[in-house]
């Protein structure tokens, strides 16, 4: 399978975006997902988790809140809708298939997308 992130962008502070994940190869609606982001110096951070059903859902410190994460099993898609977005999320956001273990660990992925830049001015 392969992943790709699109539509990050440059935001000003409080606004939003969603960025997208696509898959294509093996059957993705099987596939529980995850968003990690990361910043220039920092370590890879998790952000938010999806089933394959789409009905549970998880989120990390850096997601909680502000973003909600949803899934299109019929588009190959999860989505990853971002709100009032502050200056600290500016990073690369990826996306990966969750393969076994605990979610927010990036060791429990594999087929990682590239990522896809999002800039948050003040």
């Known amino acids: 399978v392969q992943l790709q992130a699109s539509g990050g962008g440059l935001v000003q502070a409080g606004g939003s975006l969603r960025v997208s994940c696509v898959a294509s190869?093996?059957?993705?609606?099987?596939?529980?997902t995850g968003w990690f982001r990361q910043a220039p110096g920092k370590e890879r951070e998790f952000v938010a988790f999806?089933?394959?059903?789409?009905?549970?859902?998880f989120y990390g410190n850096a997601g909680k809140g502000r973003f909600t994460i949803s899934r299109d099993n019929a588009r190959n898609t999860v989505y990853l809708q971002m709100n009032s977005l502050k200056p600290e999320d500016t990073a690369v956001y990826y996306c990966?298939?969750?393969?076994?273990?605990?979610?927010?660990?990036?060791?429990?992925?594999?087929?990682w997308g590239k990522g896809t830049q999002v800039t948050v001015s003040s």
């Open positions: 990966a298939a969750h393969r076994s273990g605990s979610v927010m660990f990036p060791g429990s992925y594999e087929y």
């Open positions: 190869g093996r059957t993705f609606s099987t596939t529980a």
């Open positions: 999806i089933d394959w059903s789409g009905s549970g859902l």
